[in-house]
């Protein structure tokens, strides 16, 4: 950054417009800033910092600070305007503070709102508006981005305030943190302290949420136990759950013991009941066998009759099922013989051989074997038949397409033949129409010029005529004016000549006469016929500005008909109006020419593009043809010299017949027709023997059943839902018969009578009380289970809460310890927080940067000291600054520093944390510092080594500043810029 002019106006004690030229006080690279006390030094440091940020540095800029100048008029704008160069933009930045001005209209004073504007010398960077910023926030966020640091870093790095830096070496541990942590920006860590703090607070909530969970637990355990919980309000311990589960372990015990009681009186009542109903069932079961046997006895002729037909039906069954069999053989044997003699007249209409159809079967098989493998070799030679057709149409298709491939070849080589001439043609064409347009654009202008030229020379007349009536009107108000003018003076001549009496005319007797000074008015004057008054001379003199103004306008308006004209003849240069009608007209004639031959140029350029584009279309064309011709041709050679070659197999393949498939279809018809007749055959001859078999089957049949012919056997046989009916009837009597006298053959039945009693009322009643009390013994098991369950469960609950309480516990004691250690307490035994941790950091390196400069400017007496001890009565530590004097080895305070050292020390400490945090913040380089007071305490050969320093800077391509009235500097700092005090308000002297 780089400061080159500085304007102030009304601001601080400066009234007028004051101008710093930073460029002509910076071309040695120092220069001294001095003046009386309070003549506004460093108020010229405040207004770079104001124009830049808008506020000033220090104590100044507190409690909204009064800027405007008390000795501005109310017409005095009060603005600060600063040039500077930073990154290598060049801007302009101008600012109004707010403060109060008297009102224009009325009593009173009204706000005058503070303003900002920012403008670039040059071109704006990319992004930005060319016209700049005028919204002061805009302003404020654009200067910081481009110096990249606040403006208490700004404060402190480019204006150097020795006396803050004194304070800063005599100052406390919280009073250096809070200045280093507005210059390195370290609020992010005490974020990361508030984190820490935040956490712990919601860790805590979560702790105490446990500790509820396990109070929440341990009342539904007692709860659950039909039990009070206990008093103390944390968890309760280990005995107390293991007393809670055995009490009721206990009572699950009793349930059981009560229930097994009951369920013993169940069974007993059940068993007698059962027994009474077991007894009762075998009487039943006595009665009923007796009945069904009655029963029985009644249906015996029934049952033999039933079994006699069923055992008739049953010998006829199996000589009807194989005389059925014969029936049905006997009627396939008929079938077989008629389909053997169609499957004979098949092969005498296809066979040329009719012996073969009163062959045996094997021999049929075996010819219709050979007349297959025959068929099967001609199968292959069908597919190239259907090829052969395929193949010929082919050739005399490609024979048809090579002819018409070669006919468009030379048709389209012809077209392509005839298109050059009209190419070069087209393109003659079309440079004609170029050369017309552009001496077209040459003849626009000459047309325009003409044009004007033509409406000039119409206008001369009346420019020559206006220019007459302006004389005229000239003259008029000229003489008009002399007359009115003359007039005026008469009538001031006359009243000079009257003022006597008019001045009588005002005398009082008594008062004292504004001539003389005579309070007695002897022979006042008289007014005359024709006397001249004030309000006369006033009339008349407002005529004669009236006059004189129609003067003035006459002559103007004569000037610049005047003008006018010389302006028209000038450009006309001679030329009168028929010699330009003439040129205009011939130039628009050629203009419509070349304007009709260069219109045609777009239609000319397409046609010469169409025209070359469709030449290479040709071409592209041609070559496709000749390609097809030539590729048809080749096919059609290759595929012709096959198609011969198989016509050969194929005649020699199809005999008689019309062609291979002809042939292999009838010899296909023939085996087909001899396989036919064999399949039919063997079938006939297999009916016969099976109906030869089932004959003797039959006659065997009819002599084991004892029937004498088939008819006798199929009377007694029966339908056989009838045989079903006959076997349940017999069944179920037999089945009857048999279950009733197995009922009485039991054992458990030989003694009861089928008149026994059995009373089962009694034994129902006891065995219902008896259930009843086992069922309420088992609700009350049931409910000591589900409680014991209930606090096994509940107790596992309670067992996770105190689980998960105790890491819970264990993390929030180790969190609570760390965010002590990050806030500078607890285990943290310097106090020192996170933030004051890393300010330490910084200011060690502050320290090492200033050590460089205080031992130069020391004689290598000094070295700073960074202390990181706690310091006293458990106060925060990690800032402390002491400084080693190298003459007695020993670490002592900054504080017992004398004014000289502690100026050099604190100018060492500005210049090393101005060169830390600007490579902190990564700003814009810095190429102008200001020192500001604190060189008359030290000596001669001390402010050499200063000035030595400073020299340094300098070399480094810095322009440093001092502000000082020692006077020593003035005698060895040659540029100067002096400011002035005085009663009206200061200013500034450049001396170099």
Known sequence: MRLHRLEVAAFGPYVHRETVDFDALGADGLFLLHGDTGAGKTTLLDAIAFALFGKVPGARGQDKPRLRCDLADAESVTEVVLELTVQGQ????VRSPEYQRPKRRGDGTTTQQAKASLTWVGPPPQGHPQDGLTRIDEVARTVQRL???????????????????????????????????????????GDVERWFRELRVRRGREVDAGKQAVREWTARLAQAAGEEPPENPGAPGEEWLTELRSRVAGQVAEAEKAELVANESRERADRDLQERRTLAERVRRVRAAHAR??????????????????????????????AAEADRLEERLRQARRAEEDRVRLVRA?????????????????????????????????????????????????????????????????????????????????????????????????????????????????????????????????????????????????RLNGMAAELAARLDSGSPCPVCGSAEHPTPAKPVDGSVGEQDERAATELEQVADRRRQQAVAARHEADA???????????????????????????????????????HLERAVAEAEAKA????????????????????RTSLAAQVEERRRRLTAARGEHADVAARRAHLVSVLEALEALAEARSARLGVEERLAEQRTALREALAAAEFDSVESAREAA???????????????????????????????????????????????????????????????????????????????HYADAVTE?????????????????????????????????????????????????????????????????????????????????????????????????SFLASLALALGLADVVAAETGGALLDTLFVDEGFGTLDAETLDIVMDVLDELRAGGRVVGLVSHVEELRQRIPTRLRVRKARAGSSLELVA
């Open 350 to 494: 296809t066979a040329e051989d009719t012996e073969e159809t009163a062959a045996e079967v094997p021999d049929l098989r075996a010819r219709a074997g050979v007349l297959r493998e025959e068929a099967g070799a001609l199968a292959g030679l069908v597919a190239e038949a259907e090829q052969q057709d395929h193949d010929e149409r082919r050739v005399a298709e490609l024979a048809t397409m090579a002819e018409e491939a070669t006919a468009r070849a030379a048709a389209l080589a012809a077209e392509r033949d005839a298109l050059p001439e009209r190419i070069r043609g087209l393109r003659t064409e079309r440079d004609r129409a170029a050369e017309a347009e552009v001496g077209l654009g040459g003849l626009r202008p000459r047309e325009q010029e003409l044009t004007a030229s033509l409406v000039e020379a119409n206008r001369l007349p009346g420019l020559t005529a206006e220019l007459e009536r302006a004389g005229e009107a000239e003259r008029a108000a000229v003489d008009e004016h002399q007359r009115v003018r003359q007039q005026l003076l008469d009538l001031r001549e006359h």
């Open 718 to 796: 029966r339908q056989p839902s009838v045989l079903t009916e006959l076997e349940r009837r017999l069944t179920e009597a037999r089945t009857a018969e048999a279950a009733a006298q197995a009922v009485l053959a039991e054992p458990e039945l030989a003694s009861i009578s089928p008149h026994t009693e059995v009373d089962l009322e009694t034994a129902v009643a006891e065995a219902n009380r008896a259930r009843a009390e086992a069922e309420s013994a088992v609700s009350a098991h049931r409910a000591a289970v589900h409680r014991e369950r209930n606090v096994t469960e509940l107790a596992g």
């Open 564 to 602: 006018a004209l010389t302006a028209v003849r000038e450009r006309l240069a001679g030329r009168t109006a028929e010699e330009l009608d003439r040129l205009l007209t011939e130039v628009r004639a050629e203009i419509a020419g070349l304007a009709e031959t260069a219109g045609r140029k777009p």
């Open 293 to 322: 046997l009655a029963e029985v006895a009644e249906q015996a002729e029934d049952r033999a009759r039933w079994t006699a037909e069923l055992a008739a039906a049953r010998r006829a069954a199996t000589v009807t099922d194989v």
């Open 90 to 93: 060049r801007l302009r930045i």
């Open 805 to 901: 309480l105790g890491p819970a516990e264990a993390e929030y004691a180790e969190l609570d310890a760390l965010t002590d250690v990050v806030n500078g307490k607890g285990q943290n035994s310097r106090r020192m927080s996170l933030r004051s941790y890393v300010l330490a950091a910084r200011l060690e390196e502050v320290a090492v940067a200033a050590t460089a400069r205080l031992r130069t400017m020391s004689q290598g007496r000094y070295s700073f000291v960074h202390s990181d001890a706690a310091g006293s009565r458990g106060t925060r530590g990690g800032l402390g600054l002491d400084v080693l004097d190298d003459y007695s080895g020993s670490v002592r305070p900054a504080k017992t520093l004398s004014g000289g050292e």
């Open 147 to 189: 110096l990249g640091m606040s403006a208490e870093q700004f404060f402190q790095v480019v204006l150097l305030p020795q006396g803050e830096f004194a304070r800063f070496l005599r100052a406390d541990t919280a009073d250096r943190e809070q200045l280093l942590e507005h210059l390195f920006g370290t609020r992010r860590f």
């Open 616 to 635: 290479e279309e040709l071409s592209s064309r041609r070559a496709e043809a000749e390609r097809r011709a030539a590729a048809a041709h080749a096919e």
